[in-house]
């Protein structure tokens, strides 16, 4: 059984940056599998970024690639979304998920955070 807590979100401008963090609890952090996903009002829940156990491979939307970088830090239980350039179209709630294998769908996620606001003004 994993927790997850979001953290970070809130009120930016068009061109700003956020840091969005996800802590997990449990001792076996490392061996899952760490997704961000979004959802928007009245979009659907879309994937954004995920990293492998040990943070050596990364995949990215192609909406968020080169604005956004996803990290953890496996002594910490902790994964990250770090936001630069923020757009009006990335406000939405920014949920972590964890798996047991690569995913970019939600359906392979076993666990989730209950999500944190984003909310980008022009």
């Known amino acids: 059984q994993v927790q997850l807590v979001e953290s970070g979100g809130g009120l930016v401008q068009a061109g700003g940056s956020l840091r969005l963090s996800c802590a997990a609890s449990?001792?076996?952090?490392?061996?899952?599998?760490m997704g961000w996903f979004r959802q928007a009002p009245g979009k659907e829940r879309e994937f954004v970024a995920v990293?492998?156990?040990?943070?050596?491979?990364?995949y990215y939307a192609a909406s968020v690639k080169g604005r956004f970088t996803i990290s953890r830090d496996n002594a910490k239980n902790t994964v990250y979304l770090q936001m630069i350039s923020l757009k009006p179209e990335d406000t939405a709630v920014y949920s972590c998920?964890?798996?047991?294998?690569?995913?970019?769908?939600?359906?392979?996620?076993?666990?989730w955070g209950q999500g944190t606001q984003v909310t980008v003004s022009s």
């Open positions: 998920a964890a798996s047991g294998r690569f995913s970019r769908s939600p359906s392979g996620y076993d666990y």
């Open positions: 449990g001792r076996t952090f490392s061996s899952y599998v």
């Open positions: 990293i492998t156990g040990s943070g050596a491979n990364t």
